[in-house]
């Protein structure tokens, strides 16, 4: 399953207030995920990386960023946090055959 | 504009019966098709996939059925159990044309009745 961790597993937080959440994985893969599930919408790419400190945009990028400074955790930040932001965010590795984190619950009050 | 979806929000068959999920693409560069499972407060689960090249692909009581002219996918699952109970997406990438990243589509979730 790729060891893949999720931190925090919940959150609320506030408008406007920054809010980082972190993937950790277990396997040296190359490429990890960031996803958002909502309803209606299914699952959603928010951004990706291949390699340390190779990331690029998923379909909805903005209002978030990434690094990835080691192999094994990338971060997903969104800098001044939204309500439209309040969903359930998932990490992933590797390409196509993917295992997903657990799930990090997010609310943006 | 939604290049991979699911029409049906929910599917509810009986125990025993086969189970045909549904999905349509848009994209022609699309050529490896995968489905996962999801059940709730869970992280989607691989299930199945099938490249381009082939029609049909089985695993155990799941087959995964391609037709390129009509661009749509069905998952098959027979006989279908209280445990498949939950939500199914399919997925699509460009992968021979070097995109590592796969589209969703909007879930389907099935219902088994004991």
């Known amino acids: 399953d790729a060891g893949i961790t999720q931190s925090p597993r919940h959150k609320v937080t506030e408008t406007g207030t920054p809010v980082t959440l972190r993937c950790h994985q277990t396997?040296?893969?190359?490429?990890m995920y960031w996803y958002r599930q909502d309803p209606g919408h299914g699952l959603r790419l928010i951004h990706y990386s291949y390699g340390v400190k190779d990331t690029d945009k998923g379909e909805v990028s903005d209002g978030y960023s990434v690094s990835r400074s080691k192999t094994e955790d990338f971060l997903l930040t969104l800098e001044s946090a939204t309500s439209s932001q309040t969903s359930v965010y998932f990490c992933a590795t590797p390409t196509y055959e993917q295992y997903f984190g657990p799930g990090t619950r997010l609310t943006v009050t | 504009d939604q290049q991979v979806k699911q029409n049906s929000p929910s599917l509810s068959v009986q125990e025993g019966r086969i189970s045909i999920l549904n999905c349509d693409y848009t994209n022609s560069m699309f050529d490896y098709f995968l489905w996962y499972k999801k059940y709730p407060a869970e992280g989607p689960t691989f299930l199945i996939s099938?490249?381009?090249?082939?029609d049909k692909n089985e695993d155990g009581r799941f087959t995964v059925f391609l037709n390129k002219s009509a661009k749509h996918l069905s998952l098959h699952i027979v006989p279908s159990q209280p445990g498949d109970s939950a939500v199914y997406f399919c997925a699509a990438s460009a992968r021979y044309f070097g995109n590592e990243k796969l589209t969703f589509g909007t879930g389907t979730r099935l219902t088994i009745i004991p």
């Open positions: 396997e040296n893969h190359r490429y």
């Open positions: 099938i490249s381009s090249i082939k």
